[in-house]
């Protein structure tokens, strides 16, 4: 559970990261958003746009809430955004 979100609550913040093809830096930012100061409950929501094989090859660091969300077929990244911000439960959205 992260830090500062008790069960069952729902998150302050979702992080909505559009993946396309970036699975090498995927990682790395998952790492950097877990090592942050951010005090209040977050998610991640991963779009993997589109869903391709090898994209759950990354490790997930430990304590962080990663949602993945598949697209159907290749989107825009504006309509992959759309898609994360319907899957994410947080109050605020932060796209990257």
């Given amino acids: 559970m992260p830090p500062g979100?008790?069960?069952?609550a729902r998150p302050a913040l979702s992080v909505i990261v559009v993946n396309h093809h970036s699975e090498g830096v995927l990682g790395d930012?998952?790492?950097a958003l877990a090592a942050g100061d951010f005090t209040h409950g977050f998610e991640v929501v991963i779009v993997d746009n589109?869903?391709?094989e090898g994209t759950a090859a990354f490790p997930i660091p430990a304590g962080l809430l990663v949602r993945r969300v598949a697209a159907p077929k290749r989107l825009g990244f504006a309509a992959a955004c759309n898609l994360g911000a319907k899957a994410a439960q947080g109050r605020f959205l932060l796209f990257l």
């Fill in 50 to 52: 589109p869903a391709v």
């Fill in 5 to 8: 979100q008790s069960p069952g």
């Fill in 29 to 31: 930012c998952l790492e």
